[in-house]
């Protein structure tokens, strides 16, 4: 079972090595993860963005650049789209943001003519190992999609349970966090809680128990849902949190980074190929974790 991210990197080393493509590879922590990766055999790399820089870097941290291919291109629109290219040409299994401004990798991860686009929702799903949670932790989306409408958290849920199945966890199951645990007109949040139940149960959801709505101490903490008299199989055995909009989702993603001094992970899913996205502000550790996950998600065809 996958409890913490020494089991995410075993296991992202047993089935790699996966080639990753960085766009915009100019970034210190990146090339830290990269080279890690490298070293311990979860991935290779094609870096592209501007190759002074890159090299600048890679003789501070010690990393030599005769073990990557590397493409000189300055201009951070022209390298993400080359990285995202060398993902659709099948040449990479998945395409890493650098010091690059999401929104820019973005539009070439979309783009109709060289990207990765499926018509599907892209969502970000981050993964946290906390200590003082007994499993790993999936919170989603907390980067992508501002307040999603039904179908939409519908789609970000199978988002999330792809990347829990990438960690062979079979029947993740996911609470609908929602600011409190019973279903309030008032509060459509919770509205959509218990439709998404109820399509879970329909057999519209599968491969995996969704259960909402929940408190978010109710989706986590056995001893709050038994307090509240809540009897479900998720209710405090939480695999995945659907949070109900961005601010919730970006809220308790940065509340478990840097309060909670959380190890984490962050990818983009619904594109053809993972695409690892980590805020600037996370360490280089994350980002090998977000590397292995990524990994994981281009074996789970």
């Not at 079972?1 to 296991?11: A, K, P, T």
């Not at 979860?42 to 030599?64: C, F, P, S, W, Y």
């Not at 892209?122 to 501002?146: C, G, P, Q, R």
């Not at 960690?167 to 645990?181: F, H, Y």
């Amino acid at each position: 079972m996958i409890r913490g991210f020494e089991d995410v990197l075993r296991l992202a080393k047993e089935r790699g090595p996966k080639t990753i493509s960085v766009a915009a590879a100019q970034d210190k922590e990146v090339l830290i993860a990269i080279k890690q990766a490298k070293e311990m055999g979860i991935a290779d790399a094609i870096l592209v963005g501007d190759k002074e820089r890159i090299t600048q870097i890679a003789d501070e941290i010690g990393m030599n650049l005769n073990d990557f291919e590397v493409i000189d291109l300055k201009d951070l629109k022209e390298a993400s789209r080359k990285a995202v290219e060398l993902v659709s040409s099948g040449k990479a299994h998945m395409v890493m943001k650098g010091l690059v401004d999401t929104s820019i990798i973005l539009r070439a991860v979309l783009d109709e003519e060289i990207g990765l686009r499926t018509g599907k929702v892209l969502s970000h799903v981050a993964v946290f190992d906390v200590e003082t949670y007994d499993k790993i932790l999936f919170v989603t989306d907390a980067a992508m999609n501002i307040a999603p409408n039904l179908e939409q958290k519908k789609q970000i849920i199978e988002n999330a349970v792809f990347v829990a199945h990438s960690l062979d966890i079979e029947n993740p199951k996911v609470a609908v966090v929602c600011a409190k645990e019973k279903v309030n007109p008032k509060m459509p949040a919770t509205v959509d809680a218990e439709k998404l139940e109820e399509m879970n149960k329909n057999g519209e959801i599968t491969g995996c128990i969704v259960g909402g709505p929940f408190a978010l101490d109710n989706a986590i903490s056995k001893e709050a849902a038994k307090h509240k008299g809540i009897e479900h199989p998720v209710a405090g055995d939480a695999d995945i949190l659907l949070m109900p909009y961005i601010e919730a989702g970006n809220v308790l993603y940065k509340s478990l980074v840097f309060l909670s001094k959380a190890q984490n992970a962050g990818v983009i899913v619904g594109a053809k190929a993972p695409v690892v996205l980590t805020s600037r502000a996370d360490s280089d550790s994350a980002k090998l974790n977000s590397i292995a996950l990524g990994v994981l998600m281009a074996t789970n065809k």
